[in-house]
């Protein structure tokens, strides 16, 4: 599976942008799919994740009541919707896959991963 992410830019702080992550194919019903976000010489953290459903969703603590993710398996695509953006938002965004039907936080548990997408935000 490859997974494309887009939708990155720059935008001010206090807006809204929204990730798109495009899957090589179908995703199965064993697919979780996550957002990750990195910064320069620090660890990899987690955003948000989501079911192959759509039924279940999880967040970092930072980017709740902020972020939403959700997902189009007709067009195995996951989004990323981010508002009142803060300039601690601003990384590059991972889209990864793990090839379960539950996973968490922990970035080994995922299989697939994008090339990454960068946001930047301006204060």
């Known amino acids: 599976v490859q997974l494309v992410e887009s939708g990155g830019g720059l935008v001010q702080a206090g807006g809204s942008l929204r990730l798109s992550c495009a899957a090589s194919?179908?995703?199965?019903?064993?697919?979780?799919m996550g957002w990750f976000r990195q910064v320069p010489e620090k660890e990899r953290e987690f955003v948000a994740g989501?079911?192959?459903?759509?039924?279940?969703?999880y967040y970092a603590d930072s980017v709740k009541g902020r972020f939403s993710i959700s997902r189009d398996n007709a067009k195995s695509t996951v989004y990323l919707q981010m508002h009142s953006l803060r300039p601690g938002d601003m990384a590059v965004y991972y889209c990864?896959?793990?090839?379960?039907?539950?996973?968490?936080?922990?970035?080994?548990?995922?299989?697939?991963w994008g090339q990454g997408t960068q946001v930047t935000v301006s204060s």
């Open positions: 194919r179908r995703t199965s019903s064993n697919n979780v």
């Open positions: 990864a896959a793990a090839r379960k039907a539950v996973a968490g936080s922990d970035e080994g548990e995922y299989n697939y």
């Open positions: 989501i079911s192959w459903s759509g039924g279940s969703t």
